[in-house]
């Protein structure tokens, strides 16, 4: 049995530190079934491989396992893989795998099961994107022996290791994968400490404890079977429809929790907020450099002079989020700011637009150039932005609209905004993208990134196309030295931050809102999902 580092569970320091709050049960209790209740939206396959956004990430988190994770302190540690080597010239890596697990379908975890995982990501008919961009520089992996996976790589990848720690390349089972896309997102098989049960859609997902689990990171308090009996993972879509129902004891825990609801928290003696911002890119909203008129640096630095970013946060948010000004994360320790470029400034903006000729008003106040508006189109997926950060990109597009943008906001579904941006019918756009470490900045605004993936889906919207970037990213990714990496990224942030390619905004948002009976409870240092291995529920 492995030691369990020294670790109280994050829920039970949060309960502690609450105002009035009860202490927290020293002693887990087995039995009860936890009720989860998501705000994002139900994803349309369980399979993380499959597309990849972070409503499977926190679902497939409690059935799936990935080879490695990261700890508090951002150091990459084993799971699946007890150990790695990698060769000098960096296109080899060598890991071994734990001997002793088995998929709950009774497969044996082995390295030809490690193989066919990089295969299915890799496979354009699985339609992966985040997992598929995460392992594009994996040429092969061959199963040396049953404990043995070696990864040929094509290119040297200093991220490797912070990719195979995210939910979406984590291990499923072969034959479960076999069964054919259908089955499989309607309940993947993994390792992990809960097996899919039942997928009720439109309604819920149950999911039924492990009894053989054994495979616990080694920074999980509880390295056997989970003490709950299951999960049932309901989709409320209405922030005060769960809050209401976390409130009444109907759920145990919520996500996508509103800044006033928070607020509340704060002063509650029956409910407890988990703050866990995710790693990788900030909140941020990009500007459209690949069409006019963001083609135009002049046009993205007034667009960004015009709104006062800070006002609207504090106003909307109750102190629950803090300015960024990086593309990168807080929670990412190579994070680089530049406040000075950020400031509120709208006669910077008006001249900039001036110089930039557009100069003629309509009668609505819009700014024209020729005969045209000055119209930037921002759609907004409702799925994935919370009700305060829509009332900021209404202050944001009233400001805008005084230096003389057009902005036309527009609210869609997910389906909907994915269809809008893989039709270029945006200017503006604020897209969550979750990777563990800077090589974030890789997906983002490397060229490559404008190139669709298998699922349709591409990540550089700022479309930003800069060759001295690139080669600055491709460095980055090359070496495996830390100190000539953070120097490398800090570079690439300054290139995007100069050039006013992005508005950054905060980290992203990841309030979780949990009752006092349940204890036990954190969030993954890898994507901040939360997870229950560990949980207990009390009276």
């Not at 102190?319 to 530049?338: C, N």
């Amino acid at each position: 049995m492995r030691v369990a580092a020294a670790l109280v569970p994050l829920a039970v320091l949060l309960a502690a530190c609450a105002p009035g709050t009860p202490a927290a049960s020293s002693t887990p209790k087995a039995g009860g079934t936890l009720v989860y209740a998501s705000g994002d939206a139900e994803p349309t396959c369980l399979d993380p491989h499959v597309g990849g956004n972070y409503p499977q990430a926190l679902l497939s988190a409690q059935f799936l396992e990935p080879l490695v994770s990261r700890d508090a302190k951002g150091e990459i540690i084993p799971w699946l893989a007890e150990s790695w080597t990698t060769s000098e010239d960096g296109l080899t890596w060598e890991f071994t795998l734990r001997s002793d697990v088995t998929f709950t379908d009774g497969t044996p975890f082995d390295a030809a099961a490690v193989k066919a995982n990089i295969e299915h990501l890799q496979d354009p008919a699985t339609k992966s994107s985040t997992g598929y961009l995460a392992v594009g520089k994996v040429a092969s992996v061959e199963a040396l022996d049953a404990t043995t996976a070696r990864f040929i790589l094509s290119a040297p990848d200093s991220a490797l290791l912070e990719s195979l720690s995210q939910p979406w390349t984590a291990m499923e089972s072969p034959t479960g994968i076999a069964r054919g896309e259908a089955a499989n997102c309607d309940a993947p098989v993994g390792t992990g400490p809960f097996v899919v049960d039942e997928w009720v859609k439109q309604d819920h997902v149950s999911l039924v404890r492990n009894d053989a689990y054994d495979s616990a990171p080694g920074d999980a308090a509880n390295d056997g079977p989970a003490y709950l009996d299951g999960i049932t993972w309901r989709f409320i879509p209405d922030s005060a429809s769960r809050f209401a129902a976390l409130q009444s004891g109907d759920v145990d825990i919520i996500d996508n929790a509103q800044p006033d609801t928070i607020a509340q928290a704060k002063d509650s003696k029956t409910i407890v907020d988990l703050d866990a911002p995710r790693p990788g890119a900030s909140n941020r909203i990009e500007l459209n450099a690949g069409q006019a008129p963001f083609d135009d640096q002049r046009l993205r630095e007034a667009f960004v002079r015009s709104t006062d970013v800070n006002a609207g946060i504090e106003s909307l948010f109750f102190g629950t989020a803090k300015r960024s000004y990086s593309p990168l994360s807080s929670a990412e320790a190579t994070a680089y700011s530049d406040e000075s470029l950020f400031g509120y400034d709208l006669d910077a903006a008006n001249k900039l637009l001036d110089e930039a000729g557009w100069t003629e008003k309509d009668e609505d106040g819009v700014r024209t150039k020729d005969g045209v508006r000055l119209t930037v189109r921002f759609p907004v997926s409702t799925n994935q932005s919370i009700p305060a950060e829509q009332s900021l990109f209404e202050q944001i597009q009233a400001g805008a609209g005084d230096a003389g943008f057009d902005v036309q906001l527009e609210l869609l579904d997910l389906s909907s905004w994915y269809e809008a941006l893989g039709s270029n019918a945006y200017e503006a756009v604020s897209a969550p993208y979750t990777k563990v470490g800077p090589d974030v900045l890789r997906v983002l605004y490397d060229s490559s990134g404008i190139v669709p993936a298998p699922s349709g889906y591409f990540a550089n919207h700022a479309q930003l196309d800069d060759p001295a970037l690139d080669e600055i990213l491709k460095q980055a990714s090359d070496t495996l030295d830390p100190e000539e990496r953070a120097f490398l990224y800090e570079q690439a942030q300054q290139i995007i931050l100069d050039g006013y390619y992005i508005l950054p905004l905060y980290d992203q948002q990841n309030h979780f809102l949990l009752s006092t009976s349940l204890q036990g409870v954190r969030a993954l240092p890898t994507v901040s999902t939360p997870v229950f291995g560990d949980a207990w529920l009390v009276e």
